[in-house]
């Protein structure tokens, strides 16, 4: 007996279960069911309406079943219900249910087939999202209506593969889900979407939710141009093969990091010359109550704070963003800025703020700190030429004229 559509009016879904229910010798809805959704028994439609309904409305079906084009021109829910023989991409939340899409909704709701990372994690996930679907335990009435949940992760991906391509080949929907954020970043589903490619059945994505998007944007790092790393691997000889090959990039890198390995991640970047000074942005439980960011100089700095552990430090999952390497100053030798040469600068800086001369401030901070003269005094022009526009540049074009000479004997 096949059930009668989901967009037919809820009166005559209710009616067709009373006239089943009494043909098959149960008793009918009791009147304060019907009563509390505005029904009554007189209000019922004969049995011939109903099945003449349920008659067209297979005869509608088996029509839009035909082809996916057909199915999208016959489609009456605004194009977001999931078409026959297609593969969806579903991001889920990563912490905060209120994250979930209104189209990713209305794909998990009227998909045939759900292929999950953990069945138990979706399964609860679909039973918070739909709970009128969930009276007759997690899923009852999902499964009652003929949609499944299959399990597809890591270890099973060779032989689940093949299955869910035939499913969508023969004009299943199936919609692909991790057990948080976006499938096939770092998660299963990269090698379906690859198969499918190669026999030509649609993929379709439906975008949510991705933790290395959200770090990446809220950590105050460069984001022009950036590199998904993922995971390091656990063994220490292949991460620090892997560290090995990232130091040779320039742009900003996004890791993925569980709880119990951050500290020592951490701890391997800070090995790597080229990686040890970058800044680090950590992000911890994203979109959740106890969301963190914390943001380092550098992986030493980062590493010392999560070794030294404590409550709350090392719990939830973790996003590493590092900053792409510091641009080298012009500080006449092309070499990498020392802290003592930083911390000159600043008070360089902020000496000329309070209307010190440049060569004052310069021969000052030099004495003090055992600086280069001539480097603070280049560092001090730039920052009256950056800070003063035109008329400053002007202003203190004589004095650069008049103690070029004396700098110039400096080392």
Not at 103 to 109: G, P, Q, V
Request: charged share 20%; net charge positive; hydrophobic share 45%.
């Amino acid at each position: 007996m096949a059930g009668l559509p989901a967009f037919l009016p809820t009166a005559t879904r209710l009616a067709g279960r009373s006239l089943w229910w009494g043909h098959l010798g149960l008793r009918p809805p009791p009147r304060p069911f019907l009563a509390r959704r505005g029904l009554s028994p007189r209000a019922l439609p004969p049995r011939a309406a109903v099945a003449a309904s349920t008659s067209a409305s297979s005869s509608r079906r088996a029509a839009t079943a035909a082809t996916p084009a057909a199915a999208a021109a016959a489609d009456t829910s605004g194009g977001n219900a999931a078409l026959p023989g297609t593969i969806y991409l579903v991001a889920t939340p990563i912490g905060n249910m209120a994250d979930i899409t209104a189209r990713a909704l209305s794909i998990l709701d009227t998909v045939d087939v759900v292929a999950a990372e953990d069945t138990r994690r979706t399964g609860l996930l679909l039973a918070r999202l739909f709970p009128s679907n969930s009276t007759s335990g997690v899923g009852g009435d999902r499964r009652r209506r003929g949609q499944r949940l299959l399990s597809y992760h890591a270890h099973n991906t060779h032989a689940r593969t093949p299955h869910l391509l035939s499913l969508a080949q023969g004009g299943a929907s199936v919609a692909v889900v991790s057990d948080a954020g976006t499938p096939g970043v770092s998660d299963p589903g990269s090698e379906l979407v690859a198969a499918a490619v190669r026999a030509c059945v649609p993929v379709v994505p439906v975008p949510g939710a991705c933790a290395a998007v959200a770090a990446l944007i809220a950590s105050g790092l460069d984001t022009s141009s950036w590199t998904f790393v993922g995971f390091l691997p656990t063994r220490r000889s292949e991460r620090a093969k892997e560290l090995g090959r990232l130091a040779s990039l320039t742009s900003t890198l996004v890791l993925y990091e569980a709880p119990h390995r951050v500290a020592a991640s951490l701890a391997a970047i800070a090995e790597v010359p080229s990686l040890r000074d970058r800044q680090v942005a950590v992000a911890r439980e994203l979109t959740k109550v106890h969301e963190e960011f914390r943001l380092f100089a550098g992986a030493g700095a980062a590493a010392e704070h999560y070794c030294a552990g404590g409550p709350g430090v090392l719990k939830g999952e973790f996003v590493l963003v590092l900053g792409p390497p510091a641009k080298d100053p012009p500080s006449g030798k092309g070499t990498v800025v020392s802290i003592e040469e930083r911390q000159a600068r600043v008070m360089i800086e902020v000496l000329i703020s309070e209307g010190v001369p440049v060569s004052v401030a310069a021969r000052g901070v030099a004495a003090a700190t055992g600086v280069s003269r001539r480097a603070l005094y280049a560092h001090a022009v730039q920052v009256v030429k950056d800070t003063g526009g035109g008329a400053a540049t002007n202003g203190v074009s004589n004095e650069v004229e008049d103690a070029d000479r004396e700098h110039s004997v400096d080392v």
